[in-house]
T-cell receptor
Framework: DQQVKQNSPSLSVQEGRISILNCDYT??????FLWYKKYPAEGPTFLIS?????DKNEDGRFTVFLNKSAKHLSLHIVPSQPGDSAVYFC???????????FGSGTQLTVLP | EAQVTQNPRYLITVTGKKLTVTCSQN?????MSWYRQDPGLGLRQIYY???????DKGDVPEGYKVSRKEKRNFPLILESPSPNQTSLYFC??????????????FGPGTRLTVL
């Protein structure tokens, strides 16, 4: 069974600064992690993922870091923009081949 | 355009009145699932389907039913809705190999209120 925890329900950051969103997981058997972004009145959309064979994956302003020994991953957004304001969910595989367990989400607000 | 559609988008109903939320995808995906989103709890999986006629319970299946008679459709059925099923519901689909975890497409959501 996989548990995924996002302990910060909200985060406010000034435009141009770095946003760091954190996520912890419990099961070391799984080796693939994802971040989704959700705007109000829309469904979540995939943002970035990381495999456990890496400790970092970068896509433009978004970088995900994986610390396997600590069972921790983090999403860095640099520089943060007002359009990044959304709820961010981390997710990890659980159960069957394509089941995902999601964290509770972090509401990011980027202040202009 | 590749998409997952859900209907209705908003629904207010009363306790005990059966309802169905439809979900359809046009990407020929094998795997479909339903989630509910509640404040502080994130997305929790209700049911999923690996393919036609293959369905299984997720983490919170009580009070829900699903069916998968066609590959593109995966309706969510509430036989006797109760107020604790008031929530925001999302349908999602994915297909292909394991590397397609990142291609899990979500519908726009259905806001359900049970009075």
């Amino acid at each position: 069974d996989q548990q995924v925890k996002q302990n910060s329900p909200s985060l406010s950051v000034q435009e141009g600064r770095i946003s760091i969103l954190n996520c912890d997981y419990t099961n070391s058997m799984f080796d693939y992690f994802l971040w989704y972004k959700k705007y109000p009145a829309e469904g979540p959309t995939f943002l970035i993922s990381i495999s456990s064979i890496k400790d970092k994956n970068e896509d433009g302003r978004f970088t995900v870091f994986l610390n396997k020994s600590a069972k921790h991953l983090s999403l860095h957004i640099v520089p943060s923009q007002p359009g990044d304001s959304a709820v961010y969910f981390c997710a990890a595989p659980s159960g069957s081949a394509r089941q995902l367990t999601f964290g509770s989400g972090t509401q990011l607000t980027v202040l202009p | 355009e590749a998409q997952v559609t859900q209907n209705p988008r908003y629904l207010i109903t009363v306790t005990g009145k059966k309802l169905t939320v439809t979900c359809s995808q046009n990407m020929n995906h094998e795997y479909m699932s339903w989630y509910r989103q509640d404040p502080g709890l994130g997305l929790r999986q209700i049911y999923y389907s690996m393919n036609v006629e293959v369905t299984d319970k997720g983490d919170v299946p009580e009070g829900y039913k699903v069916s998968r008679k066609e590959k593109r459709n995966f309706p969510l059925i509430l036989e006797s809705p109760s107020p604790n099923q008031t929530s925001l519901y999302f349908c999602a689909s994915t297909g292909g190999e394991r590397s397609s975890y990142n291609e899990q497409f979500f519908g726009p959501g259905t806001r359900l209120t049970v009075l």
